[in-house]
């Protein structure tokens, strides 16, 4: 987190690869506090660097971008091979030497947003152009700090190019929030509803509506508390609704085995052939004793606590979502013996996840009921950030918390996606806390695994009390001098500072806890 570090590599300058987010490039492009830009396709080249950052391993590239996040009930991992960064927090034990705390690559897309929104008024550009650019460098850091912020808490607040021997504080929670509302307002205003088919991958208007939503709806919960903000998140998000463009026509599972379907709202673009892979989707969800008839056998990073799955509703979306059979290689390698998740040939007995299984149409894995011909670790499956579901249940909750008891349009909203997953209408004539409570739950499943969504429901309702009670034995156990302290219980919401961060940076005050 450090931002000496990350300044120095960012003065350094960044060479701008192609692959991520489909845009316009220059290779000889670079972004620094002292770069100018002669053209618009100099700016679209610098920006498509600052996108690029947010998709490599350390952010949303790979499995590890979730390392702090297992604390929560719909991620376990291996109690043994080389899951040692994922189990710590799976354990709520998580220490500041976990060297899978990689979020390096997630300042370097701020610091590269803010050196091109430095720069970008010289360029010999047309307005429009460099506000479209402006615009989306204010989604781009709004995002990654609203990610950091839910994670480590206050964070250094640095908007501006920053000499690389500077040592800036850490700002509080409330001045992080302030700025990422700023920056969503701005990129709301300053980007297009839509952009052509050529130019997919880029954040909209309807993005950054949909960011600040949640946003406004994660400052009413904690560490905040500010319930000023559920009418603001029902305003945006109710926005959305009435006047965008998506819908949940796509079927859920056909959703995580296809790109950009009409419920994406923002989502990363990735190509292994330009070298940017995404690589959570294929052999990281897959058990180890999967072997498929090409050799490749699965890495067993992450999959849901056994209680999680058995408390999942019985619908459309659920089959989808789970894999609970498994398929052994026989020993002729071409046929497959296939066995129920808790089978004891089975090495963790476990369900897994299915819905991360296929990449783009089984660039991942590829295979029938009964066998898998071959599974790769590297796939060219963009990943949705935000999904339309997730707008759905935010309005769903928001407004139903800014008024104190769910509204019909609040109930046709999760109606909507408790339909497209197989289930009927919630039942009618909830109060404001039970329903609230009915979209969590929703929440939980409609987005099972997917990029910090469970924990961060955890962490702004403080639910850890309840999760951590009805965790099933499983082997990764969390040590009772947690669970039975709420005071330290309480401290595990947030992320230790990374202790490479605390030595370069020695002002800073570690998070209570660690």
Known sequence: MSTKYLTSLALMGSLIFSGCQKLTENPKA??????????AADLQAALSGVYEQYAYDGTWGFTNRMTTYFGADDLTTDPGLNKGPLREFDMLSGTSQNIGMDIYNTWKGIYQANNLLAVYQKADAPDSIKNIVAGQCYFLRAIGFYYLVRTYGPLPLVTKPV??????????????????????????SLLPNQWPPTEIGRATAWAARSLLADVYLTMAGWPLNQTSNYALAAAEADYVIKNGPFNLSTPYDKVFTTNNTPETVFALQFSVPKSLPQRSYGNSCVPLEEVAVNGNSGWDDYYPEINFYKKAPACFRTDATFYTTLKLRNNDGVTYTLVNWDDPRTRARHPYYKKFRAGLNGDGVSETATSIAYMNPSTNKA?????????LLDYAEASTMATGNPSPDAYAAINQVRHRAGLGDLVSGLGGIAFRDSVVFERAYEFAGEFGMRWFDIVRLQLL???????????????????????????????????RDMNLEPGWTQNPGY
């Open 465 to 499: 009390p309840q999760v951590t009670a009805d965790r099933a034995n499983e082997p990764n156990q969390i040590p009772t001098s947690i669970t039975s302290n709420p005071t330290i219980l309480q401290q595990k919401y947030l992320a230790p500072i990374p202790f």
């Open 163 to 188: 000499n690389p021997n500077s040592h800036p504080k850490r700002d509080s929670v409330a001045k992080i929030y302030d700025t990422i509302v700023a920056d969503l307002q701005k990129a709301k």
């Open 30 to 39: 670079t972004i620094t506090a002292l770069t100018y830009y002669n053209t």
């Open 383 to 391: 990943l949705d950030i935000i999904r339309y579901p997730q707008v």
